[in-house]
């Protein structure tokens, strides 16, 4: 299920320092990623095991004296549509501001849950100052102090108990679920069109884990998956939507309710900042992954090859390479077929279990002959390694793990891709002490 909290507020009063406080305070956290467009970031954050992704909406204003600027408003508006919950935040030195009275309206308009955040209380006298926010009719405010942490856990303890613990859970959860993703305007919809389309005998909707993204049950040439379709119907805001921000907010959602993604890139534009943005979103929340390159063939007329295409295409998703990528044409039913078997194939690869003999059999003798480089004199010894239940995580047990380098641990994840099939597959390894 996916709890997506969207920072809201007007610029300066320190969304992005929140952001970046409550992405990197804990080890566990995922680094964020920065977004498609100047100041916006997505990044992946977890609080007493909940996980949650959090989106800091930026606040951009285009040389407008107009105190609640069209931009910024489209931007709130948005958030407010697509965010699970908010953390609308105010600044205390400022006191209530004309614009945080009109975000307090669109907050309360929608219903929605909404934690208000007094920042820059850095000490008791400016955190007594915050008392004033309390008549903007949002209920309790949190103190806090996004430059030295201080308030930030009281505030997330409240967060998580904000998220919804049944909406939108897809019953059978034994079934692959498989998320077309993608920019606008690169042929998600096409895509899934002709994938309904092939074939009658198609169960009918399931229930999703939003309003507008359509989860169908796809039975058809002997699969049987859960399509999630992030091109579906949205119920038009009363404002004009903001394309990119939206397409990136729906892709989060979809992401982090499917086991395998497929990235949609439009093959006349080649894979951009956005594309790029969607597929670390997914490695970093460890979802299978396969490129499909679309209306190639508008482009396979000119000079490029697939193969060509395909090795630029695996320089920018470096370091992850290892993903399958298939030529497409959605409009004209080009290897459409293709993109399901190589997303049920992914998905297989995702819930490999190697048995802990296994890899002992193959790592050991490996690192005995190819072994971690000495650092400082010292030796590093590997006693044995595992996968972790129900995910590709590898943990290898050794005298010094402190001393292992990022190139070793390269190293052994591709001796562990030439051994076994992970394709379209992040991996994790870890060194821990024995």
């Known amino acids: 299920m996916a709890n997506v909290v969207a920072i809201i507020g007007r610029p300066n009063v320190g969304k992005s320092t929140l952001f970046n406080r409550l992405t990197e305070t804990r080890e566990a956290i995922v680094d964020a990623i920065a977004g498609v467009t100047r100041d916006r970031h997505y990044g992946k954050s977890e609080w007493n095991g909940v996980e949650f992704s959090l989106i800091d909406t930026g606040g951009y204003i285009r040389g407008s004296d107009d105190v609640f600027e069209a931009e910024i408003r489209r931007q709130v508006q948005i958030a407010i549509d697509e965010c699970s919950v908010m953390l609308f935040v105010v600044d205390v030195n400022d006191g209530i501001t004309d614009y945080d009275k009109e975000v307090a309206k669109l907050v309360r308009k929608s219903g929605k849950a909404c934690l208000l955040v007094a920042n820059k209380s850095d000490n008791a006298e400016r955190a007594a100052y915050g008392g004033e926010f309390y008549s903007l009719g949002l209920g309790e405010v949190f103190p806090v102090s996004a430059i ?19 909406h939108g859970i897809i019953e ?14 690169v042929g998600k919809s096409s895509l899934t069109n002709a994938l309904l389309g092939e074939e009658r005998n198609i169960v009918t909707d399931v229930a999703g884990t939003t309003r507008d993204a359509i989860n169908t049950r796809y039975k058809a040439f002997g699969h049987d998956l859960i399509l999630i379709d992030t091109a579906g119907i949205r119920k038009k805001a009363k404002v004009e939507e903001d394309l990119e921000f939206y397409s990136v907010m729906r892709s989060i959602k979809a992401i982090e309710n499917c086991d395998v993604c497929v990235l949609i890139l439009d093959a006349t534009q080649g894979i951009e900042a956005q594309d790029l943005a969607i597929f670390r979103l997914a490695v970093k929340n460890h979802k299978g992954i396969v490129i499909a390159v679309n209306k190639w063939d508008l482009e396979e007329k000119e000079t490029n090859t697939a193969k060509e295409y395909e090795d630029f295409i695996r320089n920018q998703t470096a370091p992850f390479r290892d993903i399958p990528i298939v030529f497409i044409s959605a409009t004209n039913k080009q290897r459409i077929l293709k993109v399901v078997e190589m997303a049920m194939q992914v998905y297989q690869n995702k819930t490999r279990k190697i048995s802990t003999s296994e890899l002992n059999d193959f790592f050991l003798p490996l690192i005995e002959n190819y072994g971690p480089p000495a650092i400082k004199g010292k030796y590093i010894k590997v006693k044995y390694v595992t996968q972790l239940p129900n995910m590709p995580v590898f943990v290898f047990f050794c005298n010094l793990p402190q001393y292992v380098n990022e190139p070793y641990i390269r190293f052994l994840e591709n001796k562990l891709r030439e051994q076994w099939e992970f394709s379209g597959v992040p991996i994790d390894i870890f060194f821990r002490r024995k």
């Open 172 to 185: 059978d959860t034994s079934v692959p679920k498989i998320a077309i993703v993608g920019r606008p305007n």
């Open 148 to 166: 030295n942490g201080s308030g930030t856990g009281e505030l997330l303890d409240e967060l998580v108990k904000k998220f919804s613990h049944d």
